[in-house]
């Protein structure tokens, strides 16, 4: 069954915090990980790849456990720009074009 | 700019009739492109995988005969919802894969998407 677990959230923080959100999915043959980024009402646009060794993009530094079918995501210093829905998504077949979404994790930063 | 772009991006309809939707890829050409569904505080579904050329893949559950989708060239697909009810109404979006690169996240776009309302 293919399914990719997150907690929905909202998280509310105010400005400068630190805030983690977790994934987990279901399909041990995924074979990419992403985290995407969705405005209200809005088509979805990548924050960035995940890697098993895990990689960082600025304030963005993402994990991926393989054993454990976890992918986690953390901000730091966050933004009110950085209020959206944060979507974790897999890709299951070979060429790693379709993906599975999660619901997403919804995030609001305050002054 | 948009490298993939939908239309329309708002569309209400009556029950009972059809609606058609269009994905255009703008500045390349797409083999494949990915047609999903999403309602409120729900996930992006996939839908179907559209081919160039070929008959769609619809994931389980979807209707095909329901939701038609047509692939007739390289630039362009299109999803058509046929008999809309009340039920159909939904934000549906589009994307596609660049081709010729290995896929690295940064290669798959998304149109801005449609909200269908059926009343």
């Known amino acids: 069954r293919k399914e990719v677990e997150q907690d929905p959230g909202p998280f509310n923080v105010p400005e400068g915090a630190t805030v983690a959100f977790n994934c987990t999915y279901s399909?041990?043959?995924?074979?990419?990980f992403f985290w995407y980024r969705q405005d209200c009402r809005k088509e979805p646009k990548l924050l960035m790849s995940v890697y098993s060794s895990g990689n960082e993009d600025g304030r963005f530094t993402a994990q991926l456990n393989r054993a454990s079918q976890y992918i986690s995501l953390l901000i730091r210093d966050s933004k009110l720009s950085d209020s959206a829905t944060y979507l974790c998504?897999?890709?299951?077949?070979?060429?790693?074009?379709?993906?599975?979404f999660g619901k997403g994790t919804t995030l609001s930063v305050s002054s | 700019g948009a490298v993939v772009s939908q239309h329309p991006s708002w569309v209400i309809c009556k029950s009972g009739t059809s609606v058609k939707i269009e994905c255009r890829s703008l500045d390349f050409q797409a083999t494949t492109m990915f047609w999903y569904r999403q309602f409120p505080k729900q996930s992006l579904m996939l839908m179907a995988t559209s081919n160039e050329g070929s008959k769609a893949t619809y994931e389980q559950g979807v209707e095909k005969d329901k939701f038609l989708i047509n692939h007739a060239s390289l630039t362009l697909s299109t999803l058509t919802v046929t008999s809309a009810h009340p039920e159909d109404s939904s934000f549906y979006i589009c994307s596609a894969a660049h081709p010729g690169t290995p896929f690295l996240g940064n290669t798959i776009y998304f149109g801005e998407g449609s909200w269908l309302t059926v009343v």
């Open positions: 399909n041990s043959a995924s074979q990419s």
């Open positions: 998504v897999v890709s299951y077949n070979q060429a790693g074009t379709a993906l599975i």
